[in-house]
Each structure stands twice: as C-alpha cells, then as structure tokens.
C-alpha cells in the first residue's frame, strides 16, 4: 500500500474520469466502426416535424407570465422547506420554531410586496 494520504484520492479521480469518459469513447468507436458517414441532402436538411416554416419564429410572451411562474416556484419551495418542519415539530425547540416563523413571515412579506405592486393581477 502506498503511504501517500492522496493516493485514494487519485485512485478515485482515475476512477472517475474513466466511469465519464469510457462510454464516450466507446461510443465513439461503435460509430466510427459501424456506422460509417453517409452525407446527404436529406440527413443534413433541418428536421421541423415535417412542416415548412411559416412566418416568424419570435413571439412575444407577456412578461406577467414568468413573474406567476417565479411565485410559484417561490411559493412551491417554501412548502418544501415546511415539510421537514412539520415532521419534527415536536422534537424542535423555540429557536427552530422562531427561525420557521422568520422564514413564513419573510414569504408572506414577499406576497403581500407583489400584491402592492400588482404582479398578481391577470390583464
């Protein structure tokens, strides 16, 4: 055994590197081997579900649009963050309870801040 302390280290970075790119390279070597390139005017056109572009591909979105699906995703990690809470509520000691209500009340603030300034208005 060698006496270095990162010699598991190295052995788990070699380790590493090889689980990442052994499949590449083998991958690499199955299409070099039996799937050789056949260029051509069909494989290299651009696949659009069959259909030929219509007009332009911008379109514009409503920024309200996002600003909902930020609050929900806000709003959808907090419950993620109270489920923990809840399941050890009773194991939990005042700290724990107060920093929780920090947190609930740092959110409500968020709400009540874009219900002020209108971000929950659909129009």
């Known amino acids: ?21 052994a499949p590449l390279g083998l991958a690499w070597l199955w299409a070099r081997l039996f799937a050789p390139p056949k260029p051509n005017a069909t494989k290299n056109a651009i ?20 600003l909902y699906a930020i609050i929900f995703l806000i709003f959808d990690v907090e419950a993620v963050f109270l489920l923990p809470f809840a399941v050890a509520f009773t194991g939990l000691g005042a700290a724990a309870c107060i920093a929780m209500l920090v947190f609930v ?13 209108g971000v929950l208005t659909w129009a």
């Not at 055994?1 to 090889?18: E, G, I, K, R």
């Not at 009340?105 to 300034?117: Q, R």
């Open 47 to 66: 696949y659009e579900c069959g259909l030929v572009s219509k007009g332009d591909a911008w379109v514009q979105f409503r920024s309200a649009y996002y």
């Open 1 to 21: 055994m060698v006496s270095s302390p990162y010699f598991s280290l190295a052995v788990l970075f070699v380790a590493a590197l090889a689980f990442g790119l």
């Open 105 to 117: 009340l740092l959110l409500v603030e968020g709400l009540a801040w874009a219900w002020a300034k």
